[in-house]
């Protein structure tokens, strides 16, 4: 079994950034893929950003120039730098990850239990 758990979620001004933490723990062989997606009520789930294991990164364009992901492979965690933050960016941010366990070959997707982002003056 592998667990998620994110950090840094809260309450910042518009303009204003934050960074969100993502560490992965329990049965885990290899992470290839590693991201975070948001979600607001009322509208579809979006995926923010991927990261791979090789350092190949993807944006959705809502966010590129001002949102950076990063990954500390021997940590098993992803991180997410949001600058110049706008109330759109208001959601709730949920970390997954492509896992390999130990032992297995199968790659599943787990999900973290998501951290509220509110951007609001």
């Known amino acids: 079994q592998v667990q998620l758990v994110e950090s840094g979620g809260g309450l910042v001004q518009p303009g204003g950034s934050l960074r969100l933490s993502c560490a992965a723990s329990?049965?885990?062989?290899?992470?290839?893929?590693m991201g975070w997606d948001r979600h607001t009520s009322g509208k579809e789930r979006e995926l923010v950003a991927t990261a791979t294991s090789g350092g190949s990164t993807n944006y959705a364009g809502s966010v590129k120039g001002r949102f950076t992901i990063s990954r500390d492979n021997a940590k098993n965690t992803v991180y997410l730098q949001m600058n110049s933050l706008k109330p759109e960016d208001t959601a709730v941010y949920y970390c997954n990850a492509a896992v390999r366990g130990l032992g297995s070959n199968w790659v599943l997707d787990y999900w973290g239990q998501g951290t509220q982002v509110t951007v609001s003056s």
């Open positions: 329990g049965s885990i062989g290899r992470i290839s893929a």
